[in-house]
């Protein structure tokens, strides 16, 4: 059934999207993407090179939102909010997490795309903004446990809803359960960011300080006596 209002170009995006997220990109075959659509295989090629060609739109679309999200982080400022909203934004958009397990796990030339076009810029941008912190100091780096203890709550909420939705009994996309989470985040967020600050307070203070610099030797030595006479001795002398 065509969904209201979009092209066929958007429709592949959109279900190619869900069929790689679903059963990743290499268990997931041009065929059955075209037949979710209700296209035959070969009308795909009208709007795609390849199958990589298609999953880097489904990249482009997934990862360019988030991205854009990234301009309004303030570290000084709103460091708790923003963790909130890329919270929301993995809810939302539940595919962007799904295809960076399935990528993480397979690996392959796709994993070296998504990383290309969303998981590196991502770091970076991140990267850059905390070094805009004046709490933090224009040269505080991003650590990378800091990066990694993020995401892993973040992907991981995602990732492994279905487990807990069958273990728990708890749906993790309901309204309560966000809610909760949310709050939880809050704390988490807040507490990342101070440590983050005492370890980059740590590291300034330990740094050693530059010692002075050697004097070299002097190209004029000591007088000493020969024949009765003094003479300046050159280096070459001693």
Do not use: C
């Amino acid at each position: 059934m065509k969904a209201a209002g979009k092209t066929t170009r958007e429709r592949l995006i959109d279900t190619a999207a869900a069929l790689f997220a679903e059963h990743g990109y290499q268990n997931t075959a041009l065929e059955d993407i075209a037949r979710a659509v209700g296209i035959g295989p070969s009308a795909i090629y009208k709007h795609f090179a390849n199958k990589l060609d298609l999953y880097s739109a489904v990249l482009d679309q997934l990862a360019a939102p988030f991205l854009a999200l990234l301009e309004e982080f303030e570290p000084d400022t709103n460091a708790v909010d923003f963790a909130l909203r890329v919270f929301r934004y993995h809810i939302e958009q539940p595919a962007l997490a799904r295809l960076t397990l399935q990528a993480s796990l397979s690996g392959g030339e796709h994993r070296r795309l998504l990383i290309e076009r969303w998981y590196r810029p991502y770091y970076e941008k991140t990267a850059l903004r905390m070094r805009s912190s004046q709490a933090l100091g224009s040269t505080a780096p991003l650590i990378p446990s800091e990066f990694m203890a993020f995401n892993n709550i973040m992907l991981g909420y995602i990732n492994l809803a279905a487990m807990h939705a069958e273990t728990l009994g708890v749906d993790p996309f309901s309204a309560q359960a966000i809610a909760d989470e949310s709050q939880l985040l809050r704390h988490f967020a807040h507490a990342l960011m101070q440590h983050g600050q005492s370890q980059r307070r740590g590291s300034i203070a330990a740094k050693p300080r530059r010692a002075p610099a050697e004097r070299g030797p002097t190209k004029r030595g000591p007088t000493k006596k020969a024949t009765g006479k003094t003479r300046r001795v050159s280096t070459e002398d001693r």
